[in-house]
Protein backbone atom coordinates (compact mmCIF):
# COMPACT_ATOMS: atom_id res chain seq x y z
CA UNK A 1 0.00 0.00 0.00
CA UNK A 2 2.72 2.47 0.93
CA UNK A 3 4.32 1.43 -2.56
CA UNK A 4 1.37 2.61 -4.08
CA UNK A 5 0.91 5.57 -2.64
CA UNK A 6 4.40 6.89 -3.37
CA UNK A 7 4.19 6.09 -6.87
CA UNK A 8 0.76 8.35 -7.36
CA UNK A 9 2.45 11.15 -5.48
CA UNK A 10 5.18 11.23 -7.76
CA UNK A 11 3.03 10.74 -11.18
CA UNK A 12 1.13 13.63 -9.19
CA UNK A 13 4.60 15.57 -8.65
CA UNK A 14 5.55 15.31 -12.43
CA UNK A 15 1.89 15.92 -14.11
CA UNK A 16 2.04 19.19 -12.08
CA UNK A 17 5.32 20.24 -13.47
CA UNK A 18 5.06 24.39 -13.44
CA UNK A 19 3.40 24.82 -16.63
CA UNK A 20 3.66 21.65 -18.16
CA UNK A 21 1.36 19.17 -18.03
CA UNK A 22 2.03 15.50 -18.77
CA UNK A 23 5.76 15.36 -18.64
CA UNK A 24 5.08 11.47 -18.78
CA UNK A 25 4.36 11.77 -22.45
CA UNK A 26 7.01 14.15 -22.96
CA UNK A 27 9.54 11.69 -21.47
CA UNK A 28 8.24 9.08 -23.72
CA UNK A 29 8.95 11.06 -26.79
CA UNK A 30 12.19 11.35 -25.56
CA UNK A 31 13.00 8.43 -25.75
CA UNK A 32 11.37 7.75 -29.40
CA UNK A 33 13.86 10.82 -30.17
CA UNK A 34 16.67 9.08 -28.84
CA UNK A 35 15.67 5.35 -30.35
CA UNK A 36 14.83 7.48 -34.12
CA UNK A 37 11.56 5.94 -34.01
CA UNK A 38 9.59 9.90 -33.59
CA UNK A 39 7.45 9.38 -36.67
CA UNK A 40 4.42 11.69 -36.52
CA UNK A 41 6.19 14.69 -36.07
CA UNK A 42 9.83 15.73 -35.49
CA UNK A 43 10.43 16.67 -31.36
CA UNK A 44 9.77 20.78 -30.64
CA UNK A 45 10.89 22.56 -27.86
CA UNK A 46 8.97 25.46 -28.03
CA UNK A 47 8.17 28.04 -25.42
CA UNK A 48 6.33 31.11 -25.18
CA UNK A 49 5.17 34.38 -22.33
CA UNK A 50 2.80 32.09 -19.93
CA UNK A 51 -0.50 33.84 -20.42
CA UNK A 52 -2.08 36.40 -17.90
CA UNK A 53 1.60 35.66 -15.76
CA UNK A 54 2.06 38.06 -12.95
CA UNK A 55 5.15 36.72 -11.51
CA UNK A 56 6.91 39.10 -9.41
CA UNK A 57 10.94 38.31 -9.76
CA UNK A 58 13.20 38.68 -6.72
CA UNK A 59 15.60 41.72 -6.37
CA UNK A 60 19.01 41.67 -8.42
CA UNK A 61 21.69 41.88 -5.83
CA UNK A 62 23.62 45.06 -5.52
CA UNK A 63 26.84 42.76 -6.03
CA UNK A 64 27.64 41.67 -9.71
CA UNK A 65 28.89 38.56 -8.16
CA UNK A 66 26.13 37.58 -5.79
CA UNK A 67 23.77 37.41 -9.13
CA UNK A 68 25.58 34.45 -9.75
CA UNK A 69 26.26 32.72 -6.65
CA UNK A 70 24.03 33.70 -4.19
CA UNK A 71 21.98 30.49 -4.56
CA UNK A 72 18.61 31.75 -3.13
CA UNK A 73 18.47 34.42 -5.33
CA UNK A 74 19.40 31.98 -8.24
CA UNK A 75 16.68 29.52 -7.21
CA UNK A 76 14.09 32.34 -6.69
CA UNK A 77 15.13 34.09 -10.54
CA UNK A 78 14.52 30.31 -11.90
CA UNK A 79 11.37 29.81 -10.37
CA UNK A 80 9.57 33.47 -11.32
CA UNK A 81 11.16 32.76 -14.97
CA UNK A 82 9.80 29.62 -15.03
CA UNK A 83 6.49 30.74 -13.97
CA UNK A 84 6.11 33.53 -16.71
CA UNK A 85 6.97 30.73 -19.56
CA UNK A 86 4.75 28.48 -21.46
CA UNK A 87 6.25 24.77 -22.24
CA UNK A 88 5.11 23.75 -25.45
CA UNK A 89 5.76 20.44 -27.43
CA UNK A 90 8.74 19.12 -25.77
CA UNK A 91 9.64 21.75 -23.66
CA UNK A 92 10.10 21.92 -19.84
CA UNK A 93 10.87 23.36 -16.68
CA UNK A 94 14.18 23.06 -15.88
CA UNK A 95 17.45 24.81 -14.08
CA UNK A 96 20.39 23.86 -13.41
CA UNK A 97 23.56 26.08 -11.70
CA UNK A 98 24.97 28.53 -13.87
CA UNK A 99 28.32 29.73 -13.20
CA UNK A 100 29.15 30.20 -17.33
CA UNK A 101 31.00 27.98 -20.04
CA UNK A 102 34.38 28.12 -18.19
CA UNK A 103 33.60 26.43 -14.60
CA UNK A 104 35.36 23.38 -15.77
CA UNK A 105 38.87 25.14 -15.91
CA UNK A 106 37.87 26.75 -12.48
CA UNK A 107 37.56 23.29 -10.75
CA UNK A 108 41.30 22.99 -11.54
CA UNK A 109 42.14 26.50 -10.37
CA UNK A 110 41.43 29.18 -12.42
CA UNK A 111 39.30 32.13 -11.52
CA UNK A 112 36.74 33.37 -12.85
CA UNK A 113 35.44 37.03 -13.68
CA UNK A 114 31.49 37.49 -13.92
CA UNK A 115 29.57 39.94 -15.90
CA UNK A 116 25.67 40.57 -16.35
CA UNK A 117 25.63 37.82 -18.98
CA UNK A 118 28.20 35.55 -18.97
CA UNK A 119 31.57 34.59 -17.21
CA UNK A 120 35.06 34.04 -18.84
CA UNK A 121 37.92 31.84 -16.86
CA UNK A 122 40.82 34.17 -16.04
CA UNK A 123 43.92 32.68 -17.70
CA UNK A 124 46.97 31.79 -15.84
CA UNK A 125 50.23 30.01 -16.15
CA UNK A 126 49.74 26.50 -15.76
CA UNK A 127 52.03 23.29 -15.24
CA UNK A 128 50.01 21.21 -17.98
CA UNK A 129 51.68 17.94 -16.52
CA UNK A 130 50.57 18.79 -12.71
CA UNK A 131 47.04 19.79 -13.03
CA UNK A 132 45.20 19.29 -9.71
CA UNK A 133 41.04 18.74 -9.30
CA UNK A 134 40.48 21.26 -6.50
CA UNK A 135 37.43 19.56 -4.52
CA UNK A 136 36.34 22.79 -2.53
CA UNK A 137 35.64 26.38 -4.22
CA UNK A 138 33.84 26.53 -7.29
CA UNK A 139 33.51 22.82 -7.39
CA UNK A 140 31.96 22.57 -4.14
CA UNK A 141 29.76 25.50 -5.29
CA UNK A 142 28.30 23.70 -7.66
CA UNK A 143 27.51 20.53 -6.43
CA UNK A 144 25.67 22.89 -3.21
CA UNK A 145 23.48 24.66 -5.81
CA UNK A 146 22.55 21.75 -7.28
CA UNK A 147 21.34 20.28 -4.00
CA UNK A 148 19.76 23.06 -3.23
CA UNK A 149 17.72 23.67 -6.75
CA UNK A 150 16.91 19.74 -6.26
CA UNK A 151 15.49 20.22 -2.63
CA UNK A 152 13.35 23.49 -3.93
CA UNK A 153 12.11 21.74 -6.81
CA UNK A 154 9.87 19.18 -5.26
CA UNK A 155 8.74 17.96 -9.10
CA UNK A 156 8.04 21.44 -10.47
CA UNK A 157 10.57 21.21 -12.84
CA UNK A 158 13.83 19.53 -13.29
CA UNK A 159 17.46 19.78 -12.25
CA UNK A 160 20.25 19.79 -14.80
CA UNK A 161 24.16 19.12 -14.97
CA UNK A 162 25.63 22.18 -15.06
CA UNK A 163 28.03 23.50 -18.46
CA UNK A 164 31.19 21.58 -18.56
CA UNK A 165 33.33 21.71 -21.62
CA UNK A 166 36.56 19.27 -21.09
CA UNK A 167 39.21 18.61 -23.50
CA UNK A 168 40.60 21.02 -25.63
CA UNK A 169 37.99 23.77 -24.35
CA UNK A 170 38.98 23.06 -21.07
CA UNK A 171 42.74 23.47 -21.22
CA UNK A 172 41.66 26.69 -22.81
CA UNK A 173 39.90 27.90 -19.96
CA UNK A 174 43.43 26.90 -18.09
CA UNK A 175 46.17 29.05 -20.40
CA UNK A 176 43.82 30.85 -23.11
CA UNK A 177 43.05 29.98 -26.95
CA UNK A 178 46.17 32.00 -28.04
CA UNK A 179 48.79 29.87 -25.64
CA UNK A 180 46.80 26.58 -26.59
CA UNK A 181 48.06 27.27 -30.01
CA UNK A 182 51.99 27.64 -29.06
CA UNK A 183 51.54 24.30 -26.68
CA UNK A 184 50.14 22.48 -29.75
CA UNK A 185 53.37 22.94 -30.97
CA UNK A 186 55.87 23.59 -28.59
CA UNK A 187 54.84 20.76 -26.23
CA UNK A 188 51.92 18.19 -28.00
CA UNK A 189 52.90 15.53 -25.59
CA UNK A 190 51.70 17.75 -22.88
CA UNK A 191 48.75 18.75 -24.32
CA UNK A 192 47.64 15.60 -25.03
CA UNK A 193 48.30 14.06 -21.49
CA UNK A 194 46.51 17.33 -19.92
CA UNK A 195 43.48 16.46 -21.92
CA UNK A 196 43.29 13.07 -20.49
CA UNK A 197 44.12 13.82 -17.43
CA UNK A 198 41.28 16.62 -17.24
CA UNK A 199 38.82 13.58 -18.55
CA UNK A 200 39.67 12.06 -14.99
CA UNK A 201 37.71 15.45 -13.38
CA UNK A 202 35.10 15.30 -16.00
CA UNK A 203 33.67 11.84 -15.16
CA UNK A 204 34.29 12.67 -11.98
CA UNK A 205 31.49 15.47 -11.80
CA UNK A 206 29.50 14.18 -14.11
CA UNK A 207 29.34 10.95 -11.88
CA UNK A 208 29.03 12.85 -8.67
CA UNK A 209 25.86 15.39 -9.67
CA UNK A 210 24.37 12.21 -11.94
CA UNK A 211 24.67 10.31 -8.72
CA UNK A 212 22.79 13.32 -6.78
CA UNK A 213 20.96 14.38 -9.09
CA UNK A 214 19.12 10.72 -9.81
CA UNK A 215 18.23 10.61 -5.72
CA UNK A 216 15.75 12.73 -6.69
CA UNK A 217 14.53 12.59 -10.13
CA UNK A 218 14.66 10.36 -12.94
CA UNK A 219 17.28 10.31 -15.92
CA UNK A 220 19.19 13.73 -16.68
CA UNK A 221 19.01 17.00 -18.65
CA UNK A 222 21.09 20.20 -19.22
CA UNK A 223 21.21 23.39 -20.49
CA UNK A 224 20.26 22.15 -24.13
CA UNK A 225 16.96 21.04 -22.95
CA UNK A 226 16.75 17.74 -23.79
CA UNK A 227 16.02 14.45 -21.36
CA UNK A 228 17.27 11.12 -21.54
CA UNK A 229 16.37 8.24 -18.98
CA UNK A 230 20.43 7.72 -18.61
CA UNK A 231 23.34 9.99 -17.83
CA UNK A 232 23.25 12.32 -21.73
CA UNK A 233 25.08 15.31 -21.87
CA UNK A 234 26.39 17.64 -25.18
CA UNK A 235 29.98 17.21 -26.08
CA UNK A 236 32.04 19.43 -27.77
CA UNK A 237 35.07 21.53 -28.56
CA UNK A 238 34.62 25.20 -29.60
CA UNK A 239 38.19 25.39 -29.83
CA UNK A 240 38.83 23.04 -32.76
CA UNK A 241 37.29 26.24 -35.36
CA UNK A 242 41.24 27.60 -34.56
CA UNK A 243 42.58 23.99 -35.59
CA UNK A 244 43.17 22.07 -38.66
CA UNK A 245 41.50 18.72 -39.61
CA UNK A 246 44.74 16.80 -38.99
CA UNK A 247 45.14 18.53 -35.64
CA UNK A 248 41.23 17.76 -34.67
CA UNK A 249 42.10 13.84 -35.77
CA UNK A 250 45.47 14.04 -33.42
CA UNK A 251 44.25 16.03 -30.43
CA UNK A 252 40.35 16.40 -29.93
CA UNK A 253 39.02 12.91 -31.32
CA UNK A 254 41.24 10.33 -28.99
CA UNK A 255 40.14 12.03 -26.03
CA UNK A 256 36.25 13.06 -27.67
CA UNK A 257 35.56 9.08 -28.09
CA UNK A 258 36.41 8.43 -24.73
CA UNK A 259 33.67 10.65 -23.17
CA UNK A 260 31.52 9.74 -25.39
CA UNK A 261 31.54 6.12 -25.04
CA UNK A 262 31.61 6.74 -21.17
CA UNK A 263 28.06 8.51 -21.43
CA UNK A 264 24.31 6.95 -22.11
CA UNK A 265 24.18 9.02 -25.32
CA UNK A 266 25.78 12.30 -26.50
CA UNK A 267 24.93 14.96 -29.09
CA UNK A 268 28.53 17.15 -30.33
CA UNK A 269 27.27 20.74 -30.06
CA UNK A 270 29.15 21.80 -33.77
CA UNK A 271 29.29 26.18 -33.53
CA UNK A 272 29.61 28.10 -35.94
CA UNK A 273 30.84 27.37 -39.70
CA UNK A 274 33.81 27.19 -38.61
CA UNK A 275 33.87 24.34 -36.94
CA UNK A 276 32.07 22.13 -39.86
CA UNK A 277 35.33 21.56 -41.43
CA UNK A 278 35.13 18.67 -38.89
CA UNK A 279 31.50 17.04 -39.36
CA UNK A 280 32.63 14.29 -41.48
CA UNK A 281 35.34 12.92 -38.80
CA UNK A 282 32.32 13.61 -36.50
CA UNK A 283 29.85 11.53 -37.97
CA UNK A 284 32.34 8.85 -38.40
CA UNK A 285 31.92 8.35 -34.94
CA UNK A 286 30.08 5.05 -34.39
CA UNK A 287 29.14 5.75 -30.78
CA UNK A 288 27.89 9.56 -31.43
CA UNK A 289 24.42 10.15 -31.07
CA UNK A 290 24.13 13.09 -33.20
CA UNK A 291 25.01 17.04 -33.63
CA UNK A 292 23.12 19.82 -32.46
CA UNK A 293 24.40 22.50 -35.68
CA UNK A 294 24.89 26.20 -33.86
CA UNK A 295 24.95 28.14 -37.26
CA UNK A 296 26.08 31.21 -34.92
CA UNK A 297 25.30 35.01 -34.32
CA UNK A 298 25.37 36.83 -37.61
CA UNK A 299 24.93 33.88 -39.96
CA UNK A 300 21.86 32.81 -41.62
CA UNK A 301 19.21 30.10 -39.43
CA UNK A 302 18.64 27.18 -39.94
CA UNK A 303 16.84 26.72 -43.36
CA UNK A 304 19.84 27.89 -45.25
CA UNK A 305 21.67 24.83 -43.48
CA UNK A 306 19.58 22.25 -44.94
CA UNK A 307 22.20 20.55 -46.93
CA UNK A 308 24.32 20.20 -44.09
CA UNK A 309 21.50 19.07 -42.30
CA UNK A 310 20.64 16.44 -44.60
CA UNK A 311 24.14 15.36 -44.28
CA UNK A 312 23.95 14.66 -40.79
CA UNK A 313 20.58 13.03 -41.45
CA UNK A 314 22.31 10.81 -44.34
CA UNK A 315 24.80 9.89 -42.06
CA UNK A 316 21.82 8.53 -39.70
CA UNK A 317 22.54 11.06 -36.90
CA UNK A 318 20.25 13.23 -34.81
CA UNK A 319 19.95 16.74 -34.69
CA UNK A 320 19.39 19.46 -32.23
CA UNK A 321 18.55 22.84 -34.46
CA UNK A 322 17.27 26.04 -32.92
CA UNK A 323 14.58 27.51 -35.94
CA UNK A 324 12.47 30.42 -36.10
CA UNK A 325 8.66 29.92 -36.88
CA UNK A 326 8.47 31.04 -40.31
CA UNK A 327 11.44 28.73 -41.59
CA UNK A 328 9.86 25.86 -39.84
CA UNK A 329 7.36 24.48 -42.87
CA UNK A 330 10.96 24.42 -45.19
CA UNK A 331 12.55 22.33 -42.50
CA UNK A 332 9.30 20.22 -41.89
CA UNK A 333 9.22 19.41 -45.97
CA UNK A 334 13.27 18.49 -46.46
CA UNK A 335 14.20 16.68 -43.21
CA UNK A 336 12.64 13.44 -41.98
CA UNK A 337 11.27 13.69 -38.32
CA UNK A 338 13.29 10.74 -37.11
CA UNK A 339 16.04 11.74 -34.67
CA UNK A 340 15.16 15.65 -35.40
CA UNK A 341 14.58 18.09 -32.34
CA UNK A 342 13.68 21.76 -33.45
CA UNK A 343 14.08 24.58 -30.61
CA UNK A 344 12.15 27.61 -30.64
CA UNK A 345 10.23 30.56 -28.95
CA UNK A 346 7.65 32.37 -30.01
CA UNK A 347 5.16 35.04 -28.70
CA UNK A 348 2.04 33.47 -27.25
CA UNK A 349 0.90 29.97 -25.92
CA UNK A 350 -1.54 30.21 -28.78
CA UNK A 351 1.46 30.56 -31.28
CA UNK A 352 3.30 27.59 -29.77
CA UNK A 353 -0.08 25.15 -29.80
CA UNK A 354 0.00 25.81 -33.51
CA UNK A 355 3.85 25.27 -34.18
CA UNK A 356 3.19 21.44 -33.30
CA UNK A 357 -0.24 21.11 -35.27
CA UNK A 358 1.86 22.65 -37.93
CA UNK A 359 4.33 19.63 -37.42
CA UNK A 360 1.38 17.33 -37.34
CA UNK A 361 -0.18 18.42 -40.64
CA UNK A 362 3.21 18.74 -42.77
CA UNK A 363 3.79 14.86 -41.80
CA UNK A 364 0.49 14.06 -42.82
CA UNK A 365 0.74 15.66 -46.06
CA UNK A 366 3.53 13.97 -46.74
CA UNK A 367 2.76 10.74 -46.10
CA UNK A 368 -0.61 10.73 -47.84
Known amino acids: MLYYTLCLLLIFRVINMINK ?15 MENHDRPLISVKAPKDNAKVNFPKVPEKLQNRWLDT ?17 GESFPMAW ?7 FGAFYGADVDFSPDTSWAVHKEVDLTNLVFEEHGYYAKILEMTKSMLEDSKGDYLVGITDIHSGLDGIVSLVGPENLCYELYDNPDEVKMASFDMFEGYKKVMTELHTLITEYQAGSTNWMGVWHEGLWYPVSCDFCCMISQEMFDEFVLPELVEEIKFLDAALFHLDGPGALKHLDALLEIEELNGIQWVYGAGQPSASYWIDILKKIQDARKMIHVAVTPMELPVLLENLEPEGVMYELWVPSEYEADEIIKMALRSRRKKVY
Open 21 to 35: VNFEDTKRRFSEYWA
Open 72 to 88: EYVIKASRAHMENTYFG
Open 97 to 103: PNLGPDI
